[in-house]
């Protein structure tokens, strides 16, 4: 079994920041990318951000507004999310997911194994 461990969410007010890290089997040894998803109100999971091995990264649908940024250290197997000046938007589910070899996607279909979700509350 695959099993991705998230950790880093919190409640913070706005303006604060946060990093979410997530160990991800497979990303170095098989090139796995790994994507992160916010989960909303709506309970739908959209895309913000994914890395590949070899550092390309994509964010998706403006995610952040520039406050985001993803990176990795593939010798850990591990994904970042570092997320600043957060806003009350930014609030929900994020979980990272394993995708396709060397090739970001924000289709959540394209992606099998995911992890539990780290709860992320921005708020006075």
């Known amino acids: 079994q695959v099993q991705l461990v998230e950790s880093g969410g919190g409640s913070v007010q706005p303006g604060g920041s946060l990093r979410l890290s997530c160990i991800a089997p497979?990303?170095?040894?098989?090139?796995?990318?790994i994507g992160w998803f916010r989960q909303g109100p709506g309970n739908k999971r959209e895309p913000v951000a994914c890395i590949t091995r070899g550092g390309a990264r994509a964010i998706y649908n403006n995610s952040g507004d520039g406050r985001f940024a993803i990176s990795r250290d593939a010798a850990k197997d591990t994904v970042t999310l570092q997320m600043n000046d957060l806003k009350s938007e930014d609030t929900g589910n994020y979980y990272c997911a394993r995708g396709r070899r060397g090739v970001c996607t924000a289709n959540p279909t394209d992606y099998t194994y995911w992890g539990q979700g780290a709860r992320v509350t921005v708020s006075l």
């Open positions: 497979g990303f170095t040894s098989d090139n796995y990318v």
